[in-house]
């Protein structure tokens, strides 16, 4: 069930990157704490047409804790495997990669695009933009060890470290010079946080000045929005971070609204009540049931935010320390919820389940209207 939109459609769309041909180009944004391999596969099946783990330590006296082995598993997920690692040291972060690869990833994500990450006692993330000749020894370390693997690699960025000192252009040159294969650009510069509103245009002069592909990425909420950032950056594919935390399914929303201009109903409560419920068991395979039960509550809070009762449900359910009794309280939640109405309403559908940073903005509300209609 499809209403019509006017707007003019965008073509299906494919992409590389290196060796790897995806499906789409709709990426789920890496997000520590979030998009673990569970919400990935989650992800990828609703449309994803690319994922990147949560990011990696460099540390090596980390890689055997319990958290970064558990980063580390791609047991049965889909391919491209992507890993991203984060750290402030050429060659640790160039040991990472290796690590990494060794472990099935298939390509390598450097991460300069996290607002706060210490490592070593250093900032690592978006604040290596400031330290231009650190960044660059650490793309070309990295690069180096994934060389003779044939693994490809990418670097995610935001558009600078602060306002008047917006520096993708030249890192992002540089990087390309030195044999990175993709780039995504977060609008926002480190000094923001999630502060204020993404801007696109220092994306469009980052995809200006590559060739390889780039990655527009920020405040991407909805069809249109993907639409528009994809339109006024000339970027090669949108990553859609927050506005997928609770609403995996924005995917296949945005790729049914690129391939024919018009918009996907809303899913049935009966397919999110099955789709929760899956990915409550995957998540729980995981982490085991005591850590599960509890690092679960953040995913059923954000599906259940914007739902009629949502709120009241989530505190209650935050009582529950086992596995069966937050799936038959899930359950019983989606089976009250289906009596009343057969598809999640529409404005809740556009809400963001995000928990950290802004929400992206909401759809207005007339398009709402168009989409309840459907
Ligand atoms: C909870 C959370 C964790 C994040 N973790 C990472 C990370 O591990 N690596 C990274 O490059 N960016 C990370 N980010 C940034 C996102 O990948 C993305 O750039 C940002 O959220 C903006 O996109 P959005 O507006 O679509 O959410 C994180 C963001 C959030 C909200």
């Known amino acids: 069930m499809t209403s019509r ?9 494919f992409m590389n990157i290196g060796p790897y041909a995806l499906t789409n180009k709709l990426f789920v944004a890496p997000m520590a704490g979030v998009t673990d391999r569970p919400f990935r596969q989650l992800c990828k099946k609703l449309g994803a047409g690319y994922a990147v783990s949560e990011m990696v330590t460099s540390r090596r006296d980390l890689w055997d804790t319990l958290k970064t082995s558990r980063r580390a598993n791609h047991e049965g997920e889909t391919a491209p495997i992507a890993v991203q690692i984060a750290g402030t040291d050429a060659q640790m972060m160039a040991e990472a990669a290796a690590y990494n690869v060794d472990r099935g990833a298939q390509i390598i994500d450097i991460n300069m695009g996290c607002p706060a990450k210490k490592v070593c006692n250093k900032w690592a993330g978006s604040a290596l933009m400031q330290d231009e000749t650190l960044a660059l020894q650490i793309v070309a370390a990295v690069v180096a060890a994934c060389a003779p693997h044939n693994v490809p690699v990418t670097l995610k960025m935001r558009t600078g470290w602060a306002q008047g000192h917006k520096n993708a252009v030249t890192i992002a040159r540089a990087a390309e010079s030195a044999g990175v294969q993709m780039v995504t650009v977060h609008g926002r510069t480190r000094e923001q946080g999630y502060k204020g509103c993404a801007e696109y245009d220092t994306i469009a002069a980052v995809k200006a000045a590559l060739r390889i592909p780039v990655v527009a990425n920020g405040d991407i909420n909805s069809p249109e929005k993907a639409r528009d950032v994809l339109t006024c950056t000339g970027a090669d594919a949108v990553m859609i971070g927050r ?5 995996p399914w924005i995917f296949r929303e945005v790729a049914h609204f690129m391939a024919t201009g018009t918009y996907l109903a809303p899913p049935l409560v009966a397919e999110v009540k099955r789709l929760l419920l899956d990915h409550l068991l995957d998540h729980y395979a995981l982490y085991g049931e005591f850590t599960g039960v509890r690092t679960a509550r953040k995913h059923i809070g954000w599906y259940l935010k914007t739902l009629p009762g949502g709120e009241a449900f989530r505190v209650r359910m935050n009582g529950l320390e086992a596995c069966q009794a937050q799936l038959q309280a899930v359950g019983d939640f ?30 207005n509300k007339d398009k709402n209207k168009e989409v309840a209609a459907a």
């Open 5 to 13: 939109f006017s707007a003019a459609r965008t073509a299906p769309f």
């Open 334 to 363: 989606f089976d009250d919820l289906g009596v009343r109405m057969d598809r999640i309403p529409a404005n809740a559908e556009m809400g963001t389940g995000s928990g950290s940073g802004p929400a992206p903005e909401r759809m």
């Open 243 to 247: 506005a997928a935390q609770g609403r």
